[in-house]
């Protein structure tokens, strides 16, 4: 079974500032596909960034990276410049087959 | 907005009662999909359509009965809960269910159910 592990709970970061979130996933798949998903507070879930396995290049969209590392099985997700409307759940989630798997997610919030 | 709709948004129902949770994508999408999101816990996986076709239920009790009449309609049948099945319940839609292209989800705000 593929699992996905999110081992920080609760970050907080200052506005403008850069925070990693990270995440770690199981497999045995050698293609397959990452995302990171932002869930904002009474909010519709919403795609942030995904990545393909096969792709060395690490993904980015705007203020939103990853750092892929394959062989060490990561996938954590940078924000830079953080904003106040940053502030969400944020899930990493891991696809091979019919479904996505989640991990249990990371709360960042963002302050002034 | 995402393109998926999900109605209500709120359900507070007794355990001897049958509701009934609907969905709507209106993104010319094939497959559809309900997650479960209890606190503290990933979301989980309940069912698949894809092309109005089952494709994958996972263990889930009978007490939730799935419907999709057509590629844009998605409905969760609930009969006889148990307080422990309050939780989000989240319906999303995505083009197909291979390749990233096709498995990228969108998903709708949700119900929040509670049962009682």
């Known amino acids: 079974a593929q699992t996905v592990t999110q081992s920080q709970p609760e970050m907080s970061v200052q506005e403008a500032e850069t925070v990693t979130l990270s995440c770690t996933y199981d497999?045995?798949?050698?293609?397959?596909?990452l995302f990171w998903y932002k869930q904002p507070p009474s909010r519709q879930m919403i795609l942030v960034i995904r990545?393909?396995?096969?792709?060395?290049q690490n993904a980015t969209e705007n203020r939103f990276s990853v750092n892929f590392q394959k062989a060490a099985k990561s996938f954590s997700l940078k924000i830079s410049d953080s904003q106040l409307g940053d502030t969400a759940m944020y899930f990493c989630?891991?696809?091979?087959?019919?479904?996505?798997?989640f991990g249990k997610g990371t709360s960042l919030l963002v302050t002034p | 907005e995402t393109g998926v709709t999900q109605t209500p948004r709120h359900l507070v129902m007794g355990m001897t009662n049958k509701k009934s949770l609907k969905c709507e994508q209106h993104l010319g999408h094939n497959a559809m999909y309900w997650y479960k999101q209890s606190a503290k816990k990933p979301l989980e996986l309940m069912f698949v359509y894809s092309l109005e076709e089952r494709v994958e239920n996972n263990s889930v009790p009978s007490r939730f009965s799935p419907e999709c009449p057509n590629s844009s309609h998605l409905f969760l049948h609930l009969h006889t809960l148990q307080p422990e099945d309050s939780a989000l319940y989240l319906c999303?839609?995505?083009?197909?269910?291979?390749?990233?292209?096709?498995?990228?989800?969108?998903f709708g705000p949700g119900t929040r159910l509670t049962v009682t």
């Open positions: 999303a839609s995505s083009q197909g269910t291979s390749g990233a292209n096709f498995r990228e989800q969108y």
């Open positions: 497999t045995s798949e050698s293609n397959y596909y």
């Open positions: 989630a891991f696809d091979s087959g019919y479904a996505l798997n």
């Open positions: 990545q393909e396995a096969y792709k060395q």
